[in-house]
């Protein structure tokens, strides 16, 4: 029996806060998917909310979702088939401006051949058996070798590093690129697994982020879940909500507070509980319980609030790798 792992190089731009350019499997089309939903359902808000300045209001919001700034240009002209046009009714008004260009955001076009060629080469000589393919953005490396084969992490992290190191050395600086390791498996199935981990490793690593580094797969499964979960803008946006208020208060706080209410309601609102774990009297958990209380505007006793507080709370805290 052969094990092998999957490793998944994952390319976005320095700057770009939750960029995810690679798109392995059906994770890309998902994601867009999510982000278009997320921004109709913004726009139609906010056409609501500001009648005195709908389009101007409306292009914020989908600008906001999508991680550009729109702009519309005025031109009765433009074809209703074009992409970008935009109609009322059936007339044209104009067309859709971004201030990002996305082709301009893409790698450079050698980068997947040159990173091909100088992984190959990098493991010619080494006795585990190296695959490699690159599916979009993508770059996946399977490596397979006997089970239980001594020091193996520590060899994939090594050829990962050099990888990405060459890609920096293409693409160039204003690039990160992330590595998402999944765990040993054995078996079509497991190669499938070990695929699945490496993917969302990188993609939660970019969405907490942490771009530009190597992300190993939680073993443990519950993180693994949270941050899967996570990794959905769609997803992020409905915590965000929740813990809006706490934010507000500045990061130092809002991690203090998050962390308190994770202790508080895993223990099933035991002041005692929590005091043991974070080091607090009781006393003073429930004085700071009360005050986010207050902060957040929310009954922490009705249970779909306590679920959807604690769920908020655990998935940012395991983004952050707290």
Do not use: K
């Not at 320095?14 to 913004?42: D, K, N, T, V």
């Not at 059936?90 to 790698?107: C, M, N, T, Y």
């Not at 073993?219 to 809006?244: E, K, N």
């Amino acid at each position: 029996m052969h094990g092998a792992q999957v490793e998944r190089l994952v390319p976005g731009q320095l700057g770009r806060a939750g960029a995810r350019l690679g798109a392995g499997g059906g994770g890309g089309a998902e994601e867009a998917l999510s982000r278009a939903e997320y921004a109709i359902a913004r726009a139609t808000e906010a056409a609501g909310e500001s009648p005195g300045r709908p389009m101007e209001a409306v292009l914020d919001e989908v600008g906001a979702a999508l991680g550009a700034r729109l702009t519309l240009v005025e031109d009765p002209g433009v074809p209703w088939s074009e992409p970008h046009a935009v109609c009322v009714g059936e007339v044209p008004v104009g067309r859709l401006v971004a201030d990002r260009d996305d082709p301009e955001q893409r790698p450079p076009a050698v980068l997947a051949s040159s990173v091909e060629l100088h992984a190959l080469q990098l493991v010619d000589r080494r006795d585990e058996v190296w695959h490699l393919a690159t599916f979009h953005d993508d770059i996946v490396m399977v490596a397979s070798e006997e089970t239980g084969a001594a020091d193996h992490q520590r060899r994939l992290r090594d050829v990962m590093e050099a990888v990405a190191a060459h890609a920096r050395s293409v693409a160039g600086e204003e690039w990160a690129f992330t590595v998402g390791l999944g765990t040993p498996q054995s078996g079509a199935a497991g190669l499938r697994q070990s695929a699945t981990e490496a993917h969302i490793a990188a993609d939660t690593a970019v969405a907490g982020g942490r771009a530009g580094g190597i992300e190993v797969t939680d073993v443990t499964g519950l993180r693994r879940v949270l941050l899967d979960f996570y990794a959905s803008p769609l997803s992020r946006s409905l915590l965000d909500d929740i813990l809006a208020p706490l934010d507000a208060l500045g990061p130092e706080r809002a991690a203090i507070a998050m962390r308190t209410l994770a202790a508080y309601l895993g223990h099933r609102n035991s002041l005692a509980r929590a005091g043991a774990e974070l080091n607090l009297h009781a006393n003073a958990v429930n004085y700071r319980v009360r005050r986010i209380e207050q902060t957040l505007g929310l009954d922490l006793t009705a249970p779909d609030v306590r679920f959807s507080v604690e769920l908020a709370c655990r998935v940012r805290l395991a983004a952050s790798g707290q």
